[in-house]
């Protein structure tokens, strides 16, 4: 079983910078790949970023490649997602998410096994 919990989420203005947090709780959190997923009001929950098991490899949405950075700190058992050059459309709940394989899809929001309350993120222009 693996709990998360995510943190970070505020008001910023448009150009600004955030870092989302998603604290997991688990004796297995190690070994699985973790992706960071949005939703915004009316619309569906989007993948934002994806990160292997180890860090390695790292995957994007092409709506979010260049600005955001996802990375883990395994000791901790914490990923981050950077987020810079907010933009208005960023707004959204942002969810982290947990899946054991570490292979095949990555993008897709059913492959995830658990997922996190979410945090919101309002980006003000």
């Known amino acids: 079983q693996v709990q998360l919990v995510e943190s970070g989420g505020e008001l910023v203005q448009v150009g600004g910078s955030l870092r989302l947090s998603c604290a997991a709780s688990?004796?297995?959190?190690?070994?699985?790949?973790m992706g960071w997923f949005r939703q915004a009001p009316g619309k569906e929950r989007e993948f934002v970023a994806a990160?292997?098991?180890?860090?390695?490899?790292?995957y994007y949405a092409d709506s979010v490649k260049g600005r955001f950075t996802i990375s883990r700190d395994r000791p901790k058992n914490t990923v981050y997602l950077q987020m810079n050059s907010l933009k208005p459309e960023d707004t959204a709940v942002y969810y982290c998410a947990a899946k054991s394989s570490n292979y095949g899809d990555f993008k897709s929001s059913q492959v995830y096994d658990y997922w996190g309350q979410g945090t919101q993120v309002t980006v003000s222009s």
């Open positions: 990160i292997n098991w180890s860090g390695g490899r790292t």
């Open positions: 688990g004796r297995t959190f190690s070994s699985y790949a």
